[in-house]
């Protein structure tokens, strides 16, 4: 495919118009401007316009090699996979549940062969053509351009596999994220504990494993609320979901409450989506005024928009019932005092599984001494480390996981 013919194909993008369209994309950009300046340039019989289109072509070939090299790739081919697989298109919507349409399949497949041409365009040949617009004297400097790697990691069918094995845009590429102002911001190292590295609660754990392992099969799973002391370990459970075995398709989006509002929006947007979703709210409590409290009792029941079955809200809480309550809601000054009682308790109620989290008893809190102790080569008596854990407890206020790393680590310091 000459330079011409290789532009006019890239020009016809239809299912994969967007590459051309984003205009933050200068790679695609640069590549029609040295074919666009190659073809013209050869064309034209006048040595100085021939020059001026020589010159534009090596300026727009030196651009796209450094806009390779800023995205760290090796060549257009892998830039083209890259983008082929993390942006969302029509297509590769619909071509990882097997539902495209003939004429969508057929426009994918006519624009996958004009970008492998692409991919697989030789740097050498572009730069011949380039010193032949060129003055004779510019032959060994343009020869002397740095290059690219030739090459298509890719076609057509091992798209559509990896469309089908893992979806496409962002929830293919990054597995956490955050909601914040109404978008998503992608979290490419999500600081989240491996399953192995937890330690007690083993029954709190498992209750939340098996309901997100209930909505991954498909099943309608319960909203899950993991209550109790602090430290204990309640939101490093829900993060360690992203690393267990068949979690695969699990995302993990975490919300702040102030966002609950956009909440709505963002589960419409999911509904639809292969992948599965915990959208996990922490530390979620309200004060007597708060405006989004009511938001979010209509999140979990009541509004006449169903949930997604791929979409769970976990949410943990230093408080039970979630609402701060004041002895005044308990007084004679309202008509049915209970009323108002019964409407403070109501959130934690619309959660389907609530999970207490409570201080370890002594034994439970010394055994993990123990073990973090001996994980980290400590060799102090049993007898001395169990004192001096006791004293750093009452110091600290409670018999919690995190007290006991808190204290293994002051012995390592």
């Given at each position: ?24 994309e ?13 073809s013209n340039?050869q ?25 390779l090299?800023?995205?760290g ?29 003939p004429?969508l ?13 692409l991919a ?8 011949a ?31 559509v ?26 979290v490419?190292?999500?600081?989240c504990p ?35 002391d ?18 695969e ?18 589960m ?10 915990i ?108 004192a ?19 204290f293994?680590?002051s012995?390592l310091?």
């Amino acid at each position: 495919m000459n330079f011409s013919s290789l532009r006019y194909a890239l020009r016809g993008l239809s299912a994969y118009r967007i590459l051309l369209d984003d205009e933050n994309e200068t790679v695609l950009d640069y590549v029609t401007t040295v074919l666009y300046t190659l073809s013209n340039g050869q064309k034209e019989q006048d040595e100085e316009e021939r020059a001026g289109w020589g010159e534009n072509a090596l300026s727009a070939y030196a651009c796209l090699f450094q806009a390779l090299c800023d995205g760290g790739f090796d060549g257009i081919g892998d830039w083209l996979w890259d983008k082929l697989r993390y942006t969302e298109t029509p297509f590769a919507l619909s071509a990882q549940s097997d539902s495209a349409s003939p004429a969508l399949e057929q426009a994918a497949r006519r624009d996958v062969d004009a970008l492998l041409a692409l991919a697989e365009l030789d740097c050498g040949v572009i730069l011949a053509a380039i010193a032949a617009l060129l003055p004779p004297e510019q032959s060994s400097m343009v020869q002397a351009m740095p290059r690219w790697t030739a090459s298509a990691p890719f076609d057509f069918d091992r798209l559509v596999r990896f469309y089908r094995e893992h979806g496409a845009g962002l929830y293919a590429r990054y597995r956490a994220f955050l909601w914040e102002d109404g978008q998503l911001v992608p979290v490419a190292d999500p600081d989240c504990p491996k399953p192995e590295d937890l330690l007690g609660y083993e029954q709190q754990r498992s209750q939340v494993e098996t309901n997100t392992r209930q909505m991954m099969a498909g099943h309608y799973a319960n909203n899950v609320l993991l209550f109790g002391d602090g430290g204990t370990g309640k939101s490093a459970t829900v993060k360690s979901m992203l690393y267990l075995p068949g979690m695969e398709d699990l995302r993990l989006i975490e919300i702040q409450k102030e966002n609950l509002t956009g909440l709505p929006q963002l589960m419409r947007s999911l509904g639809d989506r292969r992948q599965k979703f915990i959208l996990f709210i922490d530390d979620l409590a309200f004060d007597q005024d708060d405006k989004t409290y009511s938001s979010m009792k209509t999140i979990l029941e009541g509004s006449l928009e169903k949930r997604p079955a791929n979409v769970v809200i976990y949410a943990t809480s230093n408080r039970r019932h979630l609402v701060r309550q004041n002895f005044s809601d308990r007084g004679n000054d309202e008509v049915d005092a209970a009323e108002t009682i019964a409407e403070k308790t109501a959130l934690a109620e619309r959660f389907g599984l609530r999970i207490p989290y409570l201080s370890m008893s002594k034994a439970d809190f010394l055994a993990l001494v123990d073990y973090l102790a001996g994980q980290n080569g400590l060799t102090l008596p049993a007898q001395e480390l169990h004192a001096r854990a006791m004293t750093w407890e009452i110091r600290h206020s409670g018999r919690t996981p995190r007290v006991a790393r808190q204290f293994i680590s002051s012995l390592l310091g």
